[in-house]
């Protein structure tokens, strides 16, 4: 008698020929599923086109006052009249160059104490209590002793911009160089390395790439503390914009300047991305690139 379960297990049909075996279904979702570029691309453009939707969808309903909850329409057009008839892109300007000098100085203070930090214990005994403090104060709660220190100029926007990132970069800047297994450096030492050419040629370079991951995920926390930087006595910058709309109830311009932060955010975390696959080929595959 023919049974058609054992054919679709491969089992010989009346010709004599074995069907190939059925593959199993690959589920959806799997653990540590690599995803091709384009799979990838298409997936964050349809996650963007869903958030749109969905807001521009809550912004004409009809549930909350067009002007207090404008969709992405209205949002457009207030961008489009601030870059063309109110000058925001010198406050883009202003913005870009304090974010970025801020994070400039917070890499040049980061970078050499977190590494030796995570190389030399007797470094992090001395100095990991104090940063370890400092990372739990907000850095708002500065604000008033830069006012007095420092003025309402552009050196306490600096000043808070840097704050509230350095003491981060610091402890994970410190964890990346503990993190450099123990055999590069005992190798070295077996080579003949001194201690200074262990740290610059072993422990550094081993350490990089997660330096730059880290360098480009705390520029995202220095974006957050963007707006609070310029509400303080700042006539330029996009806080100072968005302050100047809510006075006015302008809630299509205050987010005209979430969407420039958010969009200027991603623009540099794909440059930092772009830098690390250019960088370190070598961590193309393991990261699914």
């Given at each position: ?33 690599v995803l091709s570029p384009l799979t990838r ?56 160059r304090r974010v970025g000098l801020s994070f400039?100085f917070a890499t040049a203070i980061a970078l ?178």
């Amino acid at each position: 008698m023919f049974h058609p379960e054992l054919l679709s297990a491969g089992a010989p049909t009346r010709t004599g020929k074995r069907t190939p075996k059925a593959r199993p279904r690959q589920a959806l979702l799997q653990f540590r599923q690599v995803l091709s570029p384009l799979t990838r691309s298409s997936l964050g453009v349809a996650g963007v086109f869903i958030f749109l939707f969905a807001w521009q969808v809550a912004g004409i309903s009809g549930v909350w006052p067009r002007a207090l909850f404008p969709p992405p329409t209205d949002v457009l057009l207030a961008l489009h009249e601030l870059f063309t008839t109110r000058d925001f892109g010198f406050d883009v300007l202003a913005s870009l160059r304090r974010v970025g000098l801020s994070f400039l100085f917070a890499t040049a203070i980061a970078l050499p104490l977190g590494i030796f930090m995570g190389a030399f214990a007797p470094i992090a005994a001395l100095l990991n209590p104090l940063v370890a403090a400092f990372r739990y104060l907000p850095a708002t709660a500065f604000i008033p002793l830069f006012l007095m220190w420092l003025g309402a100029g552009e050196e306490q926007k600096l000043a808070l911009l840097l704050i509230g990132v350095v003491f981060f970069l610091i402890t994970l800047i410190m964890d990346n160089t503990r993190a450099v297994r123990a055999e590069l450096i005992e190798t070295a030492r077996t080579l003949g390395a001194g201690r200074r050419r262990i740290l610059w040629s072993v422990v550094f370079r081993a350490s990089l790439p997660s330096h730059v991951d880290t360098l480009r995920q705390m520029l995202a926390v220095s974006w957050t503390y963007l707006v609070v930087a310029e509400i303080v006595a700042s006539t330029d910058g996009i806080g100072a914009m968005m302050m100047r709309a809510k006075r006015f109830v302008h809630v299509d311009e205050i987010m005209a300047g979430i969407v420039v932060i958010g969009a200027l955010g991603l623009l540099f975390d794909g440059l930092f991305r772009a830098l690390h696959w250019w960088a370190f080929p070598w961590l193309r595959h393991s990261r699914g690139h």
